[in-house]
């Protein structure tokens, strides 16, 4: 099956204006939410690869941040003060470039040539490579570290710009994390903002049964995180604790509760996702449904 320019649905948008109406941007953001993941579909069916579970849970988180929080254009790419996002689930690059694509990072037709020989837009984003990106990942683990070093850079510079990291739950069972967490308490870096898609699954099994992570709210916060948790697929819920005033010396994390595969009937909640590729029959329904969320709204 080859992905094509005839796959590519998506149009890019613009961010409502500063002082929008809250109820707006809201609407905005959950419109927004649901052809990213119509287009994240089409590239992970047309191209036959990709990791579609983690992909949909993280879709709400992106569009937020993209859409209403980060402090970050397409023509600020290299501006200084710019907000820095990084992707430390760097599997979900589908999701990722399909995000940044729809904000303007970069030629929407370009995401015809996902994980096609030579594209730059693999299976894991380079930052040489893909406009936007601020680190490699890929190998969990990494992210996290690496945005504590950038928001120290930030301290060190004076910056008022802040760092926001996603990590998958189920990367928190490598210790580089935590080592992290132990750094950004000790150096109150209170412009770093930890958000955790917590959907419970990782690859082959949920992530209780791997190396169970609970009470993981009261683990981050016996390490110095300032924690709260929120429904991850509530644009509102999320607009309101991301864009929430930093609180001096605390670094914050966001534990948002999301569902692998949402809002997909067949693949919410279903491990076999994780990198599961849907037939004919499979994305023709998963399409069905995401194109039926219009309606209700």
């Not at 859409?67 to 760097?90: I, N, Q, T, W, Y």
């Amino acid at each position: 099956m080859t992905l094509t320019q005839e796959h590519i649905t998506l149009r890019p948008v613009t961010r409502p204006c500063a002082g929008a109406p809250r109820a707006e941007v809201v609407a905005f953001l959950a419109e927004t939410a649901r052809q990213i993941r119509l287009q994240d579909l089409a590239l992970v069916h047309h191209a036959g690869a990709g990791h579609i579970g983690g992909e949909l849970s993280a879709a709400d988180i992106l569009t937020t941040l993209y859409g209403a929080v980060l402090d970050v254009a397409p023509d600020r790419v290299e501006d200084p003060e710019r907000d820095r996002f990084v992707l430390s689930k760097g599997h979900v690059a589908g999701m990722y470039y399909t995000t940044l694509a729809a904000f303007g990072f970069l030629p929407v037709a370009e995401l015809a040539t996902f994980l096609a020989p030579e594209s730059r837009l693999n299976g894991h984003p380079n930052r040489l490579y893909v406009p936007g990106v601020e680190a490699n990942t890929g190998p969990l683990g990494h992210g996290l570290p690496i945005a504590v070093g950038l928001a120290i850079s930030g301290v060190l510079l004076g910056s008022p710009r802040r760092t926001y990291v996603l990590v998958g739950d189920g990367e928190l069972q490598e210790g580089s994390n935590w080592e992290a967490m132990m750094a950004a308490s000790q150096y109150g870096l209170e412009r770093l903002t930890v958000i955790v898609d917590r959907n419970r699954l990782q690859q082959g099994a949920t992530t209780a049964d791997t190396n169970d992570l609970d009470p993981l709210a009261d683990k981050m916060r016996a390490f110095g995180l300032m924690v709260t948790e929120v429904d991850g697929h509530d644009h509102a819920a999320l607009l309101d604790v991301l864009t929430a005033p930093p609180v001096t010396g605390r670094p914050r994390a966001v534990i948002a509760h999301t569902h692998k595969g949402h809002p997909v009937s067949f693949m919410s909640d279903n491990v076999a996702w994780h990198h599961g590729v849907p037939d004919d029959a499979q994305y023709a329904l998963a399409v069905a449904e995401l194109e039926a969320l219009a309606a209700v709204r």
